[in-house]
């Protein structure tokens, strides 16, 4: 079965839907965000029930937002037990802290920020929500006299998200403290199938303008980095496996690249792939992977094939957020046809609402390898030269 929530479901998610005839849940959002379509519905009453019944049954859900209607109606079940070890990032180190004994990481209350002493840390840090989404309140803490321009910050983005997410989304209240690991930052959706067994369904490096750059304008993905990475991700997901019972069950999660081959994870997204439809629909513009069906159908990759026919090529995803000093009443309209024209190979240009969303959009694309300076170029792109002023 499928929740569907808001903010955001894909035309291809929904054409992938109705093609498969995957059952939905009947909730008001999603018969409002699948308007007219002839859908295979199932009432919560009876989606309750089947989960009741199986636990295991596969449950796919597109957004964060998703996560308060389990919590509410499936009180019993093993899920939001599951969700809320994965959801916490503190509840999250806990549960595999042995594996990582090394690492640093504490809780704190948004109200104990202020007069917390943190001369004694050791630098830099992570401070972040325990609960959190899409980069809000994320900060990289370089020294201690930053430390009340960053608890500003936060304050500040805390309050205004706190309008435009659910708690169960971004928590306003717990933050977790932890160490900074250095190394190349990655991202990629999976799941664990009925047996327990985990499937890899893509795998991108998230490349950052600098060390203290922690914004998602840039994800890219190639067989280099798949291959490399591969065996360390299903090491780790076979003892995430045997630290909680995880079937028929999708994850999204982001991990860093300590030295070649060695991985610690930041954070793991539950029931979901990439947030906005972002990671499972670029697997399909760029590998013909539909991940909602191999999920459904517990089909794995075959990355050899895949790729034997997409030689030297990098596919990646490019937020496209205002990072300029232009505010948004000041625009017009963005031009994502002058956008397009200056990469080699657009594969998907999604626009979206700015003035709902807070961003123009998102753009998939595929780049020979040589090429990266188009990637570099975004990457370091104030966006002002696609926006158009009033």
């Known amino acids: 079965m499928i929740l569907l929530d808001y903010p955001y479901v894909s035309e291809f998610l929904k054409e992938t839907i109705i093609k498969n005839n995957f059952p939905v849940i009947a909730t008001p959002e999603a018969r409002s965000i699948m308007e007219e ?18 636990p295991i ?6 957004s964060e937002n998703s996560i308060a209607w389990i919590q509410k109606n499936l009180v019993g079940t093993p899920l939001p037990e599951k969700i809320e070890t994965f959801k916490n990032k503190y509840r999250f180190r806990n549960l595999i802290q042995e594996a990582f004994p090394g690492y640093f990481f504490l809780s704190a209350q948004l109200s104990e920020l202020r007069e917390m002493d943190i001369k004694e840390f050791k630098f830099p840090f992570i401070i972040k929500p325990a609960v959190g989404f899409f ?3 994320v900060h990289k803490v370089d020294r201690a006299e930053d430390w009340a321009e960053v608890v500003g910050k936060i304050e500040e983005q805390i309050k205004k998200s706190s309008s435009l997410y659910p708690k169960e989304v971004v928590s306003n209240t717990e933050f977790i403290i932890e160490s900074y690991i250095h190394g190349e ?8 199938d009925e047996k327990g067994e985990p499937t890899i369904l893509n795998v991108l490096q998230h490349i950052f303008m600098s060390e203290s750059d922690v914004s998602d304008r840039v994800y890219t993905s190639s067989k280099a980095i798949i291959d490399r990475l591969s065996p360390a991700i299903l090491e780790f997901l076979q003892l995430v496996g045997r630290k909680i019972d995880l079937r028929n069950f999708p994850l ?3 991990i860093r690249e300590t030295s070649p081959g060695k991985i610690i994870p930041i954070e793991v997204n539950p029931m979901r792939f990439g947030g906005w439809c972002t990671t499972a629909d670029l697997t399909w513009f760029a590998y013909g992977i539909n991940s909602y069906e191999y999920f459904f159908r517990s089909l794995k990759p ?6 034997g026919a997409r030689k030297n090529k990098k596919y990646s995803l490019i937020l496209l957020d205002n990072q300029s000093d232009v505010p948004q009443d000041a625009i017009a309209y963005f031009d994502f046809e002058a956008l397009a024209r200056d990469f080699e190979h657009p594969l998907h240009v999604r626009k979206v609402n700015m003035d709902k969303f807070g961003v123009f959009g998102f753009l998939f694309t595929e780049t020979s390898e040589g090429n990266e300076r188009e990637l ?3 990457l370091h792109s104030d966006l002002k030269k696609y926006m158009v002023l009033k």
């Open 185 to 192: 930052e990655y991202a990629f959706d999976c799941y664990f």
């Open 57 to 62: 049954l596969p449950l796919y859900t597109n």
């Open 252 to 254: 999204h999660i982001e």
């Open 302 to 307: 075959d990355w050899e094939k895949v790729f």
């Open 135 to 137: 980069s809000i309140a």
């Open 376 to 378: 570099n170029e975004i």
């Open 37 to 54: 379509r002839p859908v295979n519905w199932v009432s919560e009453e009876d989606a309750v029930n089947q989960i009741r019944k199986n």
